[in-house]
């Protein structure tokens, strides 16, 4: 995942997309787990996909999904955390979050990311 922008830039290469039509759906540790933001561009906050993928595109100019997995406990490092098992908890709501993040996409690629925003941007 940490060198997701190659494959990114050859499948938007092959299918003639251009950058703002292409959808990164991503996990974000600064968003409550389950909520969802959308937005296009930015940083890429430490999260070495997103940072291969601007590269690997030439800059930011995608949409972002982004899926709130919510901060690791104490001291732990946001990479094991990113990489472990969902929790219980989680699990029972996945599915779910999981077809609402699906929801989004479809929304942005007919409706557009405005229309999207409205409807499953979430506070938190």
């Known amino acids: ?41 930015g940083g890429s906050g430490g999260h070495n996909g997103l940072r291969s993928i601007t590269t690997s595109l030439s800059g930011p100019d995608y949409i972002r999904v982004r899926f709130g997995i919510g901060r690791p406990p104490g001291r732990m490092d946001p990479a094991a955390y990113v990489l472990k098992d969902f929790g219980t908890a989680e699990r029972k709501e996945l599915d779910l ?28």
């Not at 830039?9 to 759906?25: C, H, K």
């Not at 929801?103 to 941007?121: F, M, N, P, R, S």
């Open 97 to 124: 979050n999981i077809e609402r993040a699906a929801d989004a996409v479809e929304t942005v690629l007919t409706e557009g990311l405005e229309k999207a925003q409205l409807i499953y941007h979430t506070a938190g």
């Open 1 to 41: 995942m940490n060198l997701s922008g190659g494959p990114v830039a050859g499948l938007r290469q092959y299918y003639q997309v251009p950058p703002e039509r292409i959808v990164v759906i991503h996990d974000e540790l600064d968003i409550p787990y389950g909520a969802l933001k959308l937005k296009r561009g």
